[in-house]
């Protein structure tokens, strides 16, 4: 049988019923008709010869098939997007580097060293978060990034820079906020107000929660947001000292964590991209870490 070349429109289809769920929001989300989003699913599903979804009267889900696609189209969408910027900067003839990093981090250093090296070379900075610290590497957002461990390597290189310890940020009436340092043990009856994927010591103890019914608080996307629940009353946060510290305000407090590893930074970048400056720029970095 002939090969058949994946189209990246259905895939983008079929990225936004996989997130949805639902064929109905999903058309609604892409601008089209659901019979069309339909179609276009069963084209690509005889295109790979393999049923992508299950589908009945009550839910959509993923097929195993599904659920391996979704991993891989999004790199491949992300690759796409990352090329159309390369082609789009290459037809402006302008000469840019950006660098992605995490709050809390200063990366003045290297960025100016590099633009002092290449008087020609526009270098920018791009502030991530949590939820887009890979995806604006693989979409060609950055060229390379100050992350944040633990992160999904896949179709990554990555440089460990250093590590710093974890805090805990608490309302000031909290019953430990006059503490020198705490376990994370001491907090295990608190709601945590970030995903748990962020602090994997955490895992087993929001299970427990979980287990014991109790309702969780809305995740929150960034370190303003965190710190407004955080003062309300809401849950504690966890986050690493140099960003604490950034964000200090007087109604919440930051208190060591002495028994869970340090936060670990590190460089990442896409190595098949063969950019030269991405070298440069991570041994600048290294050396001014």
Not at 31 to 49: F, G, N, T, Y
Request: some cysteine.
């Amino acid at each position: 049988m002939a090969h058949a070349d994946v189209d990246l429109r259905k895939l983008r289809y079929f990225v936004a019923v996989a997130e949805e769920l639902n064929f109905g929001r999903a058309a609604e989300r892409l601008h089209i008709a659901q019979p069309v989003l339909s179609r276009q699913i069963q084209a690509l599903e005889k295109e790979l010869d393999a049923q992508l979804f299950v589908r009945d009267k009550r839910r959509t889900r993923l097929t195993p098939a599904g659920e391996q696609l979704v991993t891989e189209a999004e790199l491949v969408l992300a690759g796409a997007e990352a090329l159309r910027r390369r082609v789009a900067q290459a037809a402006r003839a302008v000469d840019t580097f950006t660098v992605g990093f995490m709050p809390g981090l200063t990366v003045t250093g290297p960025v100016r060293a590099l633009g002092e090296a290449h008087p020609g070379l526009t270098v920018e900075v791009l502030r991530t978060n949590w939820n887009d610290q890979v995806s604006v590497l693989h979409d060609g957002r950055v060229d390379v990034g100050y992350v944040r461990l633990p992160v999904d390597s896949a179709g990554l290189e990555l440089r460990p820079l250093f590590g710093e310890r974890r805090m805990a940020v608490l309302p000031t009436d909290h019953r430990l906020a006059g503490e020198t340092s705490v376990n994370i043990a001491d907090l295990a009856d608190e709601h945590l107000l970030q995903h748990p994927d962020s602090v994997p010591e955490w895992g087993r103890v929001a299970r427990r929660q979980r287990e014991r019914g109790e309702t969780p608080v809305a995740e929150t996307r960034s370190v303003e947001e965190k710190l407004e629940h955080v003062a309300a009353g809401r849950g504690f946060s966890i986050l690493p000292e140099s960003t604490a510290t950034y964000y200090q305000r007087p109604d919440v407090v930051c208190v060591p964590i002495l028994d869970i590893p340090p936060n670990e930074v590190a460089l990442a970048w896409v190595p098949a991209r063969h950019n030269p400056l991405i070298g440069e720029f991570v041994e600048l970095a290294v050396a001014m870490r």
